[in-house]
């Protein structure tokens, strides 16, 4: 045991005398990346996001109701689907997978945020 132990101090020593064994860090671990902020919506407004979490891409509307929101909204008009809703109005939101308040998939409460399904567009809201 005396024998395995002097061998691997003696290893060290040579090793740290050729440069190969790192002693010390040059420099610090960098810091992770700061999150991207979530649910970005402001009071009053219903908001839609393309991603997970209040993330991604955001349309944001003040309107109480909104029979396409292709009409201004990109991400919809490229056809992805929304993964995330934030609902900051005080009445709940209905929302429909069709134009005009037709196929209604959803709902959401007054001031509350969360994810959806993700298989399906936003195409149209209304209060409940």
Not at 44 to 59: K, L, V
Not at 104 to 116: F, Q
């Amino acid at each position: 045991m005396r024998a395995t132990r002097s061998l691997f101090v003696a290893s060290m020593a040579v090793a740290a005398t050729l440069g190969t064994v790192p002693l010390a860090s040059a420099s610090p671990t960098p810091a992770p990346a700061p999150a991207p902020a979530a649910y970005n919506c402001p009071a009053a407004y219903f908001c839609i996001y393309s991603s997970w979490n209040g993330t991604g891409e955001r349309c944001i509307w003040q309107s109480a109701q909104r029979a396409n929101t292709a009409d201004d909204c990109g991400f919809i008009q490229r056809g992805v689907n929304v993964l995330s809703v934030a609902n900051k109005t005080t009445h709940r939101k209905q929302y429909y997978k069709a134009t005009n308040y037709n196929q209604r998939v959803g709902s959401t409460a007054a001031d509350t945020e969360g994810n959806l399904m993700g298989n399906y567009q936003i195409r149209s809201f209304r209060p409940q």
